[in-house]
């Protein structure tokens, strides 16, 4: 099959994958499942080798991917029911004082949304955002943007968030390295479009806390949470050990025992166990849990996480076939013939998908996908590939709209306009993606 034919193949497929999507509201784990095997077919390839190419990719994500992410979805239900937010939160303000909680609520953020889902962090602090407006009299989005843009930076940028573990498992990229870059974009990200913005944007919208969330003075704050050491140590825990491991291997020779034993202990799989387990321990059993209540609310925390491995598996599929197909291979060196370099190639991808159809899931899977061929034809590896996570990462947060049901959740709860929400929290998504894009840019001129 000529290589003119095999690109139409691939650009039908994602017009495909975004009409199911955005038009008839099939399930993006579906539709990518549709898709995959539309491009197989279309592309030549026989009846048997479509449905092997199926498990090989489905297999090859999950065997990764579904461990991570649940664990770290155990990890991050506990911090929540343990009032763990809430203690970060309370202290960090206490600490930087209410003249300077803007930076507090954005440092809060950027915390919380390690180990915990981007919509509960949210529903979890609003409440401190609600009170500090009352108490002041300012605008909410003061408080509010802050806020935001930590939970949000950290959501797309940081493991063990499901979005980027997904992307550096399709990619082939270090936890480690993407850890490290993440955090490097991710502080200025912060900073720029949370308490920057948020003291901009407040001067220009003033919006109050909406009479229909009945607000009351939460007094919840005043239990006993467990101590901010402790939260701050345990969140660190994983990230200290994938990032030693990642150090390990660069400074130290193969052989070494050290190093082998870092790499063993590093490994995402038993970092993340390990730090599951000691919330289980210090944030369960040892502040009254029975082992039943804790065993129900692991069980309970896998619920939403359950969808996301599924669709970051089903991203697997359609990167399987694409390479498989050949399909991919034509695809790679037409982009990689392109003048544009591939970590503002990787951006741009993500960020059509995104404008497109609205998931940053969604987004990161596909671009991964579409990106991996360029990766094999460039031989592209090492620290690079963590920096082109950030940049399908970036990509996939910019110009967040009606089609994102995140902007539905701060438009509900922030009580303002369609009109206001995309001066607010869409400017927001698409400086911490640029932002994110340029630290990426700049890296990338050091490391080859």
Do not use: C
Not at 10 to 26: D, P, S
Not at 35 to 61: D, K, N, Q, R
Not at 187 to 214: D, Q, T, W
Not at 382 to 395: D, F, K, R, T, W
């Amino acid at each position: 099959m000529s290589s003119a034919v095999l690109i139409l193949v691939a650009i039908a497929g994602i017009f495909t994958l975004l009409f199911l999507v955005i038009r008839t509201k099939l399930h993006a784990f579906v539709s990518l499942m549709i898709v995959s095997l539309l491009v197989g077919l279309a592309a030549g390839m026989p009846f048997g080798e479509v449905i092997s190419s199926v498990e090989s990719g489905m297999g090859g994500t999950l065997g990764f991917v579904a461990i991570v992410v649940g664990l770290g979805a155990m990890f991050g239900k506990m911090l929540e029911v343990s009032g763990g937010a809430e203690r970060l939160a309370q202290t960090l303000l206490g600490k930087f004082g209410e003249q300077n909680s803007q930076w507090a609520l954005g440092i809060t953020g950027f915390l919380v949304a390690i180990p915990v889902f981007f919509d509960v962090g949210f529903i979890i602090l609003v409440p401190l955002v609600y009170g500090l407006a009352k108490k002041t009299g300012k605008s909410i989005l003061y408080y509010g943007i802050p806020l935001l843009a930590g939970l949000a930076v950290t959501h797309s940028f940081i493991p063990p968030t499901p979005g980027p573990i997904a992307v550096a498992d399709l990619i082939g990229a270090d936890l480690g390295w993407v850890i490290l870059f993440g955090v490097i974009a991710g502080i200025p990200s912060m900073l720029i479009a949370g308490p920057m913005f948020g003291k901009y944007i407040a001067k220009r919208i003033h919006a109050e806390v909406p009479e229909y969330m009945n607000f009351e003075e939460n007094k919840e704050y005043e239990k006993d949470l467990p101590s901010f050491g402790m939260i701050t140590s345990i969140i660190l825990v994983p990230l200290v050990l994938i990032l030693v491991n990642t150090l390990s291997t660069v400074l130290l020779p193969e052989g070494n025992g050290f190093r082998a034993f870092t790499t063993f202990v590093g490994h995402p799989f038993v970092a993340l166990t390990f730090a599951t387990v000691l919330t289980f321990i210090f944030l369960g059993t040892r502040r009254g849990y029975t082992r039943q209540e804790v065993q129900d609310i692991a069980t309970k925390s896998l619920e939403p996480a359950g969808i996301i491995i599924l669709v970051t598996g089903a991203g697997g599929v359609f990167k399987q076939v694409l390479i498989d197909s050949g399909v991919g291979d034509v695809l790679g060196e037409m982009m990689a013939g392109s003048p544009l370099p591939p970590i503002l190639l990787a951006f741009l991808i993500a960020a059509v998908v995104r404008v497109a159809q609205g998931s940053a899931t969604v987004s990161m899977v596909t671009a991964a996908g579409l990106i991996s061929p360029v990766i094999s034809i460039m031989d592209l590896q090492g620290p690079v590939l963590g920096l082109l996570v950030i940049s399908i990462a970036s990509g996939a947060t910019v110009l967040s709209h009606v089609n994102d049901s995140g902007f539905w959740l701060v438009n509900r709860y922030f009580g303002i306009n369609v009109k206001d929400t995309l001066k607010t929290w869409t400017v927001m998504e698409t400086l911490i993606g640029l932002v994110g894009l340029a630290t990426a840019m700049i890296l990338g001129l050091f490391i080859s």
